[in-house]
């Protein structure tokens, strides 16, 4: 017998690519449906073979349902995710609404799989942002080996990550840039986007850096070791789908950089793509689509006495956030609910 799945938000992009995931990795469903709000009722999605119509997630019923993938925002997850918690469905959040509530799991399948039985303690478990989440797949392994002691990451981030307002201001001011009678003003973003980069992805805190770098400070941290030290510099760039990390690690003790090629190499959800050659590296044009994050450039830092740096790409809409989802969905019928 298989599981009962609800995608909440199936009309959003990674609400799309959750069924989509879920069809191509053959997850064992009896039943998938799609959730949306009321103004999409009846919208049509595409789940494998199969169209579904999207059914009001106000009145939606989750008892007897075994798992709901969230892919909606923080507030109407807050209002929605424990109605469906204290219906007996097992809620996993792609918001960062529940990522740093110690007593919910934060998930990355490869990294922390033991972590999924904290779901009990509230029926829920969190989907980290989507810039960490295909770092740390990258840190575990070298960690396990090495013990990594700092991280400096900058990130190149997709518009996508903002949702389809950042896809959509995007086009629309690359196409304006070509036809002068046109002017896109910034909605999505704090500035122009087309042919730019932005230094500022969510709001800025005291401290000086914007949230999503905290994020990936705190969720690095949860995730993988609380002593790491992590400092990040998040940029949002003119690529549709597609993040892309430039990573410096500290290490406690040494680790040569072939020794540390052959670790990723054999790392779960890792495709190393290193040639020292033109082209010998993976961009985020590569990457679309794919399931595993990609690892290239991986050499010696020669300034400090154990460092590492390496280029890290991964589809965000995928590993960011509907993959990791699916992956979080498969690890809790294999090792909790074992029912498929």
Known sequence: M??????????????????????????PADEVVALASRKSLGTEVTFG?????TKDLETFD??????????????????????????GCVVIDNSSLYRYEPDI??????????????????NIIANPNCSTAQMVVALKPL???????????????????AGKDGI???????KAIYNPTTEVEPKAFQRQIAFNVIPQIDVFMDDGSTKEEWKMVAETKKIVDTSIKVTATCVRVPVFVGHSEAVNIETEEFLDEDEARDILREAPGIMVVDKREPGGYTTPIECVGDFATFISRIRQDSTIENG?????VSDNLRKGAALNAVQIAELLGNRELKKG
């Open 2 to 27: 298989g599981y009962r799945v609800a995608v909440v938000g199936a009309t959003g992009n990674v609400g799309r690519e959750m069924l989509n995931i879920l069809a191509e990795r053959q997850f």
């Open 49 to 53: 073979d199969t169209t579904l119509k």
């Open 62 to 87: 989750f008892t007897g349902f075994d798992m709901a993938l969230f892919a909606i925002g923080s507030g109407p997850t807050k209002e929605y995710a424990p109605k469906a918690a204290k219906a």
């Open 105 to 122: 799991p934060l998930i990355v399948p490869e990294v922390n799989p033991e972590a999924i039985s904290g779901y009990k303690n509230r």
């Open 143 to 161: 960690h396990d080996r090495a013990k990594i002691k700092r991280v400096v990451v900058s990130t190149y981030q997709s518009v996508s990550g």
């Open 168 to 174: 959509d201001e995007l086009w629309d001011q690359t």
């Open 308 to 312: 590492l740096n390496f280029w890290c």
